[in-house]
């Protein structure tokens, strides 16, 4: 099958060494906890788990005048990350991400109002208005609830994807909601600091893949007088969901290695006299790669598939055993109705979709209507006919793996076995593993 490319363990980067700084406070570390005790680790409070990032060795992330854990939840949808998991780890004093995309199925009623609505031609862009109402009223309402687990610890961030219709109305609500940060991904983000213009305390934050792509951003944004308050690298060959690059044959092009892509972009913004926090994203699995990036020059990482499998992660238990259960050598690659290439488990509605594939792009053609007549994506491969694009309905794809149908879901993945191998754990916990190194960790 040529569409199914298997990837590469992320325990190569791992095994890199850790800082010199980082094994001289081991001692430290181990005197203050001890790893392998899972009730210690749910009991942490966010002062021991700052205390333990103190004798790790590993530096703090400061952003938006705070001292945070250098651990950034993801934003994952459709739904994935919601409030429990994006409030569960600002509550720990580090950033946590809500993903906007059609947060109404966490909301019944919100549901029930955009099931009720009348089919036909004539009824669909009234049915996509109230979907798109319904949705702006959840990520209203999970914002809030996430505020709420937070307790003002921690950073809370909005993910919005460039590539869905509904960016420019999701970015202005949740910074109506007062979020702390916007990040944005799946395109080029060029027209945030004017989307933000009524909210400049609050921080934004492009994602990108390269360091040229780091320059452009950068220098347009520095005509329209705002900055990047950080920025995401995000690595396609690791990461799960969609990935930042043109193809699937140049997933593995070394410009996007994070040795490559930080170093020059810190070169980069050294010589223009800037400074912003660089927070590396894609196969981060323990205390070593954390590590490794942060001697590379990165203040943070980003993690998706490690808190997509915790307890606290707003997805169906089915979902997280999945992923959890899925090894490298499951994950497949393919070009998603977005245009982008996207990374997921190869579960069984998606194996049997690559095989329809060619005959499915052989036949693309424009539709009347989105399927689910909310047209969720700006320029979608199946609504849109576009034969080199992807052919299938994601939000229905997407919403079957959160609700826990295995046959029927898109479950995306990053590569790299997990922490806790197949285990479903809090977020507690998990920052406790990623913030000691391996050798103290014996179970
Ligand atoms: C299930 C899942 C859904 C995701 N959805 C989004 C998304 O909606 N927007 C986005 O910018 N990134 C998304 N991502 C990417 C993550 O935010 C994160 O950057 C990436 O997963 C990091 O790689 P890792 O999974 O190897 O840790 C998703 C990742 C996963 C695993």
């Known amino acids: 099958m040529t569409f199914v490319k298997t990837t590469l363990s992320a325990s190569r ?76 780890v600002a509550a720990l004093g580090a950033m946590g991400t809500i993903s906007s995309v059609d947060l109404r199925r966490h909301h019944p009623d919100l549901m029930q109002r955009t099931n009720d609505l009348p089919p036909g031609k004539a009824a669909t862009q009234a049915a996509k208005l109230a979907i798109n109402e319904a949705n702006i009223e959840a990520l209203a309402r999970e914002i809030r609830a996430a505020r709420e687990i937070a307790g003002g610890r921690g950073l809370l961030a909005i993910n919005v994807m460039r590539a869905v219709s509904e960016y420019g109305p999701s970015v202005t609500r949740a910074l109506e909601c007062g979020i702390d940060a916007v990040v944005v991904g799946a395109g080029l983000p060029l027209d ?54 043109a193809k699937i044959a140049d997933l593995n092009d070394p410009r996007f290695e994070f040795e490559n892509v930080i170093p020059q972009s810190l070169a980069f913004l050294r010589a223009a006299g800037i400074e912003i926090p660089l927070i590396a994203a894609g196969g981060i699995r323990c205390f070593e790669d954390i590590a ?61 979709y690559l095989k329809a594939e060619p005959k499915l792009q052989r036949a693309a053609h424009v539709k009347p209507r989105c399927t689910l007549a909310f047209d969720c994506l700006a320029q979608c491969g199946l609504r849109d006919g576009l034969p080199g694009w992807g052919q299938f309905c994601i939000d229905t794809q997407l919403a079957a793996a959160l609700r826990g149908d295995v046959k029927k879901g898109l479950f995306f993945r990053g590569v790299g076995a997990l922490p806790f191998g197949d285990q479903i754990r809090g977020v507690r916990e998990l920052m406790m593993r990623l913030l000691t190194q391996r050798d103290a960790v014996t179970a």
């Open 13 to 88: 980067y791992g095994a890199r060494v850790a800082t010199h700084a980082a094994r001289s406070c081991l001692a430290a570390a181990r005197m203050m906890i001890t790893a392998t005790d899972s009730a210690a680790d749910a009991a942490a409070t966010p002062d021991d788990l700052m205390a333990l990032l103190r004798a790790s060795g590993l530096a703090p992330l400061r952003l938006g005048g705070r001292t945070l854990l250098p651990i950034v939840q993801g934003g994952m949808g459709v739904g994935v990350s919601a409030h429990r998991l994006a409030g569960s």
């Open 192 to 245: 945030l600091p004017e989307l933000a213009r009524d909210h400049p305390g609050a921080l934004l934050v492009p994602i990108l893949s390269d360091a040229r792509g780091v320059q452009l951003l950068v220098r347009k944004w520095e005509r329209k007088k705002r900055l990047p308050d950080a920025i995401v690298i995000e690595h396609p060959r690791l990461a799960g969901g969609h990935l930042g690059a």
């Open 292 to 352: 490794r990036v942060q001697a590379l020059g990165a203040a943070a990482v980003q993690l998706g598939t490690p808190f997509a499998v915790t307890q606290e992660c707003d997805a169906h238990a089915n979902f997280k055993r999945v992923l959890a259960q899925a090894r490298d050598t499951d994950l497949v690659e393919f070009i998603s109705v977005a245009g982008l290439p996207a990374r997921a488990v190869a579960t069984p509605w998606l194996v049997n």
